[in-house]
């Protein structure tokens, strides 16, 4: 068993089902994140804006999950939203608005 999936039996067993959503997630956005750094050149502001970027792919994706899930699924992101939304204001350089992808 790798490591991701005897955390998410130890830390979220009832949610075991959304895991590899999330997973998937923060894969394609480190991926798609290396790929704008190498080729485009641009740099990643800071780490909400890649936290920012797997969220809308959960929302995203939360869509094509039956209706249950979907919901479930929408408000754990919209939890995580919020985290990260109050940990970058709080890590905020004084006068910097932060970068928020999500409305």
């Excluded at 995203?60 to 995580?80: S, V, Y």
Aim: hydrophobic letters at 45%.
């Amino acid at each position: 068993m790798t490591s991701f999936g005897y955390g998410q039996k130890l830390f979220l067993p009832k949610f075991q089902h959304f895991h590899m959503v999330g997973l998937a997630a923060i894969c394609w956005t480190l991926w798609k994140s290396r790929n704008v750094v190498c080729f485009e050149k641009k740099r990643v502001n800071s780490p909400t804006e890649l936290v920012c970027s797997a969220l809308a792919f959960i929302f995203f994706w939360a869509g094509l999950q039956k209706a249950d899930d979907r919901e479930q699924l929408e408000t754990g992101a919209a939890a995580l939203k919020d985290a990260t939304v109050h940990f970058h204001h709080e890590g905020s350089a004084p006068g910097d608005a932060g970068v928020v992808l999500i409305q």
